[in-house]
């Protein structure tokens, strides 16, 4: 059954105004039985409602968000409590009298648990909410590693989700998840942990919090797979001095870090590579709906290989995967077997122009200069080997003993 609120006056004035002013984005906090006016905000878009959520996480808060033309649609999704009363007295407490405390202590339980599949919703894990996982939060297990598998289109992904029980109530919260994806027909996989980490400037009184408390780095199961399946992801995240920027995440396999992890690049708006731009050089049919444009640039923004129709100088149209080409200022282009094609091919296809495919070739051939070769990244390592080398030979020549170099001592 869904949880349920009721609403006070103050509330549903805040609610009647912002249909009024034609916002129709509605956050309204979960964790309280009774909303009132500072639990429910009314925005213009579905942006600005889900990052006031994403940014608004406590003890006390976590926001649903809610579209809503009408009062009706807004009873239709925040479920009135009036039938939780009758619930309790013909169920738990059936045929004895109920006193406060037992009613507050169901309520509390009702919250607690919406509370947290409620956050397990919002990073894409509400089917990883199962009997199982709800049993160990009711037994209060400090530590909870909870499994689970999902499928993309064949790619298998394994999470584990690490929880861990607040220390004054019930509330968990979800730290971090590993993740491994075994692509369809390989035999390797690849893994990486996402870190789920709060920022919060000075000030915690409960006033504040709506303002001060910041989520950083915060990953959904979605996005995470696209950045093991090699896409670039945008997001908006904090500092460590808690300032807020926006950047291009994307994974660099060919540097895995000391915790296993590899390294995550960011290219923020200094890179010079903006989306909207890109996708103009492309003969994309969705960009001319704005609408269709709008979805394009939102699930490129996610992360997803996004299917489009690409329409030559003839007007024959065919259906290919886009992802967006960060390091280049480009698009990665697929055909139907997510096969990725050639600039030598676009250009056939009359998709990009011989300028554009100039362009990239030249980035291609500045990149390989750029990157030393093997003989170049060995050299290092010979001259310092041969001047291990000759200190030993130098020191046996003296009579000094010669120490054995440990295997955390030794050049790699």
């Not at 491994?180 to 870190?195: A, P, S």
């Not at 000030?203 to 399946?229: C, P, R, V, W």
């Not at 992890?261 to 923020?268: F, G, I, L, S, V």
Request: hydrophobic share 30%.
């Amino acid at each position: 059954m869904p949880t349920e609120h009721v609403i006070s006056d103050e509330a549903m004035q805040c609610i009647e105004t912002a249909l009024a002013n034609n916002r129709c984005w509605f956050a309204y906090n979960t964790i309280y039985y009774f909303l009132q006016r500072k639990d429910v905000y009314g925005f213009k878009n579905a942006d600005q409602a889900h990052e006031f959520a994403a940014l608004n996480i406590s003890h006390y808060k976590y926001y649903e968000v809610i579209y809503a033309s009408s009062l009706a649609d807004v009873f239709r999704q925040i479920h009135y409590g009036q039938t939780l009363e009758q619930n309790l007295i013909q169920s738990t407490f059936k045929n004895k009298i109920m006193d406060n405390e037992n009613v507050q202590d169901h309520k509390d339980q009702v919250k607690y648990m919406g509370f947290n599949e409620n956050q397990l919703k919002r990073t894409g894990f509400g089917e990883a909410f199962t009997p199982e996982l709800k049993t160990k939060m009711e037994q209060g297990v400090p530590l909870i590693q909870h499994g689970f598998k999902k499928e993309y289109e064949g790619d298998e992904v394994t999470a584990t989700l690490h929880l861990k029980k607040s220390a004054t109530s019930d509330y968990y919260f979800l730290n971090k998840f590993d993740l491994q994806l075994q692509k369809e027909g390989q035999v390797n996989t690849t893994r990486q942990t996402f870190y789920i980490t709060s920022k919060k400037a000075e000030g915690n009184s409960e006033e504040d919090d709506q303002q001060k408390n910041k989520i950083n780095n915060k990953y959904t199961l979605k996005e995470a797979y696209n950045l093991l399946d090699g896409r670039p992801v945008y997001k908006n995240l904090v500092s460590k001095e808690g300032n807020e920027y926006e950047a291009w995440i994307r994974l660099n396999f060919k540097n895995k870090l000391e915790n296993g992890n590899y390294e995550m690049k960011q290219y923020t708006k200094n890179y010079g590579f903006d989306l909207e731009t890109v996708l103009s050089k492309y003969p994309i049919k969705e960009l001319t709906n704005e609408q269709y444009r709008q979805s394009l640039t939102e699930s490129l923004h996610r992360g997803n290989l996004q299917k489009v129709t690409f329409v030559d100088s003839k007007g024959n149209e065919e259906k290919l995967y886009v992802s967006p080409n960060i390091a280049m200022g480009s698009l990665h282009v697929y055909d139907e077997n997510k096969q990725r094609l050639s600039t030598e091919l676009l250009v056939e296809k009359q998709y990009i122009g011989k300028e554009l495919a100039e362009q990239l070739k030249q980035h291609v051939s500045q990149q390989q200069k750029q990157e030393p070769t093997t003989a170049q990244k060995q050299a290092p390592v010979q001259s310092q080997k041969q001047e291990q080398k000759h200190k030993q030979v130098q020191m046996q020549k003296n009579g000094e003993p010669v120490k054995k170099q440990s295997r955390k001592q030794k050049v790699h």
